[in-house]
């Protein structure tokens, strides 16, 4: 099939998308007519909601608990769901068996078949102002290469040098491709090749605006996902580069403190509270949506009655905005003898644990933030046995995050100490995103700073402890039947 073949296809499936998906745009470009022949089309075709959802990721290294899921329900089952699988750490239950679809999955395919492809199928011919269309080829090409990445993160083996050119990876959607014959899959090396190409294509078109809309790319976001790239493939001077890049555009991080506020709940209960003769503090910690200045490429999603794992809260620094001012249902019920809310975090998870009630916190799954650049160059840092830069580029970050009036500089005297608050402080900054699940993947690589990961479930008297090995099948995700059932040369990669 031809060029002109598929486009004529992609075209046809977009037009009748816009059709029945929102009678507002049928008006577009009436009778039938190319609606993605202007420049300005492809503007609205990248004017998208961004929002995958990842929680099975921070499900599986035991940052959260499933949302309102009895767990030790999962724990004891007889015929394995996969939410038990990922509770027990089970790796000889077959997750393929048990995975019809996964909106990772689909949603990050669908951003690279829906927006960057069409995108890039169409700009170059495209009417309009060629100064837009070469941006929005750039955006497209980022937010390919960026889903890539996602991708073969989540679904074959973390980089390896030493093995990157014979593990078998994904495949790689581009917009030629011949739809009527099943992709090929990559190598996990042929992979990173095609994400760096795509990252320094859109760079070399130098039409990126330094100061895009929040949910759109722009320049700090290109500079700063190749820094991600590059560290995934150990080139760690080109990540550290790439990094300081991003942080000459933005460099600011949010002050949490200044991030307190009544919320949600604490405006409906302060009344009631009021009348009762009950004086509390019920401001909570917010990230309201779209307002967050440290965010390079938001898409965001809320985190609501979704709990921290005990593990999780254990690690977060002591004086962490989040120990105090994550409003969760524990810290209502301790205002009065009388509960206001009840034991939700018991009631919708069977286990004694705080559930948060924020209802304005919002994260972006897979977007990136200047707290990750910072944490890039403070990791290159280390690695170099620069204790004291990598030291000074954390505790900027901590400066932001503690209570005011509890903050000091923390030190370390050797490159191990230095890691330890670097994993520490990239767990709690990365919660409800892909990144901590990519760099503990990544870190296993390494024999140096490779680590089991523990947890315990305590319920009824019952005590139930895992772990989770470096070198677990777990760490890749089954690829969907509707993806299988598909493409033939799709086989799982563990």
Not at 287 to 310: A, D, I
Not at 383 to 408: C, F, P, W
């Amino acid at each position: 099939m031809n060029v002109m073949k598929i486009k004529i296809y992609v075209l046809t499936v977009w037009v009748l998308c816009l059709l029945f998906a929102c009678s507002d745009f049928t008006e577009i470009d009436p009778k039938g007519k190319n609606t993605l022949s202007r420049v300005e089309d492809l503007n609205l075709l990248l004017n998208n909601e961004y929002e995958v959802r990842l929680n099975t990721l921070n499900e599986l290294i035991n940052d959260v608990y499933p949302q309102t899921v009895n767990i030790p329900s999962l724990l004891d089952e007889s015929i394995k769901t996969l939410g038990g699988v990922s509770l027990t750490w089970d790796e000889k239950t077959d997750r393929a068996a048990l995975t019809n679809s996964d909106n990772k999955y689909t949603g990050l395919y669908d951003i690279i078949g829906k927006v960057a492809n069409p995108v890039l199928l169409n700009v170059d011919g495209a009417t309009g102002d060629s100064r837009l269309a070469a941006q929005y080829k750039a955006e497209a090409l980022v937010l390919r290469a960026w889903c890539h990445y996602l991708l073969v993160n989540i679904y074959a083996k973390a980089y390896d040098p030493a093995t990157a050119a014979t593990d078998p990876g994904i495949v790689y959607t581009r917009e030629t491709d011949d739809i009527a014959t099943p992709n090929e899959k990559l190598t996990v090396g042929q992979v990173y090749e095609s994400i760096l190409e795509d990252l320094n294509a859109a760079l070399d078109l130098n039409s990126l605006p330094a100061n895009p809309n929040k949910m759109r790319v722009g320049l700090p976001f290109a500079w700063a996902a190749k820094a991600k790239v590059l560290m995934s493939m150990r080139d760690y001077e080109g990540a550290f580069a790439a990094a300081g890049e991003s942080l000459k555009l933005k460099n600011t991080i949010d002050d949490y403190n200044q991030k307190i506020e009544l919320g949600t709940f604490g405006t409906q209960l302060a009344p009631m509270l009021q009348i009762m003769g009950i004086t509390a503090d019920l401001r909570e910690l917010v990230r309201p949506y779209l307002t967050c200045e440290e965010e390079l490429f938001e898409t965001p999603s809320g985190f609501s009655l979704t709990s921290f794992s005990l593990e999780f809260w254990q690690d977060v620094e002591e004086n962490h905005l989040f120990h105090s001012y994550i409003l969760t249902d524990k810290k209502i019920n301790a205002l009065s003898p009388i509960p206001i809310v009840g034991n939700m975090g018991e009631q919708f998870s069977g286990i004694d644990i705080s559930m948060p009630l924020n209802m304005n916190l919002y994260y972006s799954p897979i977007g990136l933030t200047t707290v990750d650049m910072y944490l890039v160059q403070a990791e290159c840092y280390i690695r170099e046995g620069k204790t004291d830069e990598a030291m000074n580029l954390l505790n900027t970050i901590r400066e932001k995050r503690v209570l005011t009036g509890t903050y000091q500089p923390e030190t370390a005297s050797t490159s191990e100490e230095a890691f330890v608050w670097l994993k520490k402080i990239s767990r709690t900054e990365n919660f409800y995103t892909a990144k901590t699940f990519i760099n503990l993947k990544r870190w296993n690589t390494e024999e140096k700073y490779r680590e089991t990961l523990h947890k315990t479930y305590r319920y009824e008297n019952q005590e139930r402890s895992y772990e989770l090995r470096p070198d677990s099948p777990l760490w890749i995700f089954p690829f969907p039947q509707n993806a299988t059932n598909l493409n033939p040369n799709l086989t799982q990669n563990y």
